[in-house]
């Protein structure tokens, strides 16, 4: 089987006890199925990136023994490429501008009786897709646009994709099922769950949704394995590759990190970063993930060894 995996870790900070977890996933992954794992530095939100953190990320990989099969990526560089996926879609009426303030998408979603939830965006109310006479005609806009995928438009898609477009409901949009490796049969009707998404931002900035997928195809990965906080990502994600017409690679997402307060591991919510100054903290770094991982513990001399043995337990354990 040709397999290529990949961490693709932000740069907002040096990597942390969860991070950690979805690098030796991804890590094992690849190597249990005789893959390649590549890294890439995903740098498209410049005003939320560590000067310098990219570098950390990547000796902090190699002290714990994952190094990259090629030179990694950075986002960063690969503007040229998520701007032709837009013009394409775009050209296709699949992507229009936005010109709505998040005070605005406020006060119609409010309206609509949409209430907000923790932790969670609510869905676009397409206030100014073409068909409702947003400002989607001709420049120039009354500011600057961001761009939104238009979820309420069907486009084809080969069938047993996993993909419906339900035409008959109060709002016709996508129903994505797909299948998780780990957490099994997943589906979301994502116009319903998000709605029109971002691709770029008003201020200019590539959304991670759009990098995330043109990257995936252009490194020809077919598998991605990352954190499970990331899972309700993956149907925008799949909706995209079809629009794109690019192939969907297999999923897993591994379990998060809980910090003492029961919150996921995070940079946001102050997780410490890892410090590795030599062999003895990389294995217990590591030991840490792999135990997040429901992996045995590594009575191993070094991280060479220990990697070898969660490889083994991997390979039995995610097929
Ligand atoms: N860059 C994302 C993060 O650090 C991960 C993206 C992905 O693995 O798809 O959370």
């Not at 299948?179 to 998404?197: I, K, P, Y």
């Not at 017409?245 to 990190?257: E, F, N």
């Not at 191993?300 to 220990?306: G, L, P, Q």
Request: net charge positive.
């Amino acid at each position: 089987m040709t397999y290529v995996g990949r961490f693709a870790p932000s740069p907002t900070g040096p990597l942390h006890a969860g991070s950690l977890v979805a690098a030796l996933a991804s890590w094992l992954d690849a190597r249990a199925h005789g893959g390649r794992w590549l890294v890439r530095i995903e740098d498209v939100d410049r005003p939320r990136c560590v000067p310098s953190a990219d570098r950390y990320i990547l000796t902090q990989l190699a002290a714990c023994g994952l190094i990259p099969d090629q030179a990694p990526v950075w986002q960063s560089q690969r503007g040229a490429h998520y701007q032709a996926a837009l013009d394409d879609l775009t050209r296709r009426g699949l992507a229009y501008p936005c010109v709505c303030s998040r005070q605005d998408i406020a006060v119609v979603q409010a309206r609509l009786g949409i209430a907000r939830q923790r932790g969670r965006e609510l869905p676009y109310p397409g206030t100014c897709r073409p068909e409702r006479g947003g400002p989607s005609g001709q420049p120039p806009y009354p500011a600057k646009p961001a761009m939104r995928l238009h979820t309420g438009r069907a486009f084809s898609v080969a069938s047993g994709a996993g993909l419906i477009f339900e035409a008959g409901q109060t709002s016709p949009g996508w129903r994505i099922d797909w299948q998780d490796r780990r957490l099994g049969a997943q589906w979301q009707n994502v116009t319903q769950a998000v709605g029109d998404f971002v691709l770029r931002r008003a201020d200019g900035l590539w959304a991670y949704q759009l990098a995330v997928v043109v990257d995936d195809a252009a490194q020809d990965i077919t598998h991605i394995v990352r954190g499970e906080d990331l899972t309700d990502n993956t149907p925008r994600q799949i909706l995209l590759q079809h629009a794109l017409g690019l192939s969907t690679p297999a999923y897993l997402h591994t379990p998060l990190v809980l910090g003492t307060n029961g919150e996921k591991l995070s940079k946001q919510n102050g997780a410490p970063p890892l410090k590795l100054p030599d062999a003895r903290a990389a294995l217990a770094a590591l030991n840490g993930a792999a135990r997040a991982l429901g992996l045995p513990p590594a009575n191993a001399a070094n991280v060479t060894e220990a990697l070898a043995m969660w490889t083994q337990a991997w390979a039995e354990q995610c097929p």
